[in-house]
């Protein structure tokens, strides 16, 4: 038998492979050898109009998020509208006596005090709501989930062993939790308020606003990028900790069996050899977004540098 190779050397060839950019590859090569891109294109799409019918039960509940989502981001808009009012209407109006200044000042701040715990209870309640069409939605995914397992062929059933299964159903199922949130409202409302943002700029001073034109291009570029080139990290990660799971579902299933051959010292090294691995993985993964927050951070700086 071959020797098991140590976290170390796995997580090499694995930095191999994302190098080489074989991990997805490497992750479907026995089903898919001479698959063309075109099938691989058509398989997300059906996989896109699948996820999409399975939200359409809770339509309501996510189109009253996306409002609850609009609202929190208008009113998070409006914030530096009162700031510019204060500065520049009253404590820099030099027409104003004490007395004026005093009132407008305090009705001003009465009011952008009202905005302020308006917007954190909508916000509030819009994560309770979130919270609740998650748990909705994830119930209904397992519920799904399991029953497709329970007409798998044995064979299929035999090859993903107890553990994977468990793994499916559990780990893989919450996942998806804040997807609805990352794949859906987020963007939509992130389109929204750049649009917003945009036509406030033009309106104050078209200089700013061709300025944060000529930056979002390449924002996105290295956002798309390097989230391109992140998940397959994470798919990786998680075909590991499925591998993981169903190794310790099989070990403790069958204890009896690995204790009568004294095998404790040996599934303890091969379940602590996959959990490095798996930690190597996600260290590595964390500092390439690490990059992708610094990217952003710089250019933001660039940004107010630019305005001022």
């Known amino acids: 038998m071959k020797r098991r190779r140590s976290s170390r050397h ?27 891109p075109e099938k691989s294109k058509l398989k997300r799409r059906e996989y896109l109009r699948e996820y999409l019918r399975w939200l359409w039960p809770h339509r309501w509940a996510v189109g009253a998020l996306f409002a609850l989502a609009l609202i929190i981001a208008g009113l998070q808009m409006v914030e530096p509208l009162f700031l510019r009012f204060i500065v520049d209407r009253v404590l820099l109006n030099s027409r104003l006596d004490s007395a004026s200044r005093f009132r407008l000042l305090n009705g001003a701040g009465a009011l952008f005090l009202g905005l302020v715990v308006a917007s954190n209870l909508v916000s509030a309640f819009r994560e309770y709501r979130q919270r609740l069409v998650n748990i909705r939605v994830t119930l209904g995914l397992r519920r799904t989930l399991y ?11 035999w090859d993903m062993k ?3 299964i468990l793994s499916r159903i559990s780990g893989d199922v919450d996942t998806t939790t804040g997807l609805l949130q990352m794949a859906l409202v987020s963007p939509s409302v992130s ?6 943002a945009i036509g406030i700029l033009t309106a104050l ?8 034109l000529a930056l979002i291009p390449g924002i996105m570029a290295v956002s798309f990028v390097f989230a391109k080139r992140v998940r397959p990290i994470y798919r990786s990660v998680r075909k590991d900790a499925e591998e993981i799971d169903g190794r ?15 095998r404790e010292v040996n599934e303890l090294l091969d379940f602590m050899r996959g959990r490095h691995t798996v930690l190597r993985k996600e260290m590595f993964a964390q500092r390439r977004e690490t990059v992708i927050w610094t990217t952003w951070n710089l250019i933001m700086g660039v940004v107010n540098v630019a305005i001022v």
């Open 10 to 36: 796995r997580y090499r060839s694995f930095v191999e492979d994302y190098r080489r950019r074989r991990l997805d590859d490497q992750g479907q090569a026995q089903k898919e050898e001479s698959a063309p």
């Open 147 to 157: 029953e497709r397992l329970l007409h798998l062929p044995l064979p299929k059933l």
């Open 162 to 164: 107890t553990g994977g």
């Open 191 to 196: 389109v929204i308020r750049l649009a917003v």
């Open 205 to 212: 001073n078209w200089r700013l606003a061709l300025t944060a």
């Open 248 to 262: 310790v579902g099989e070990t403790f299933s069958g204890i009896r069996v690995v204790r009568a051959f004294r």
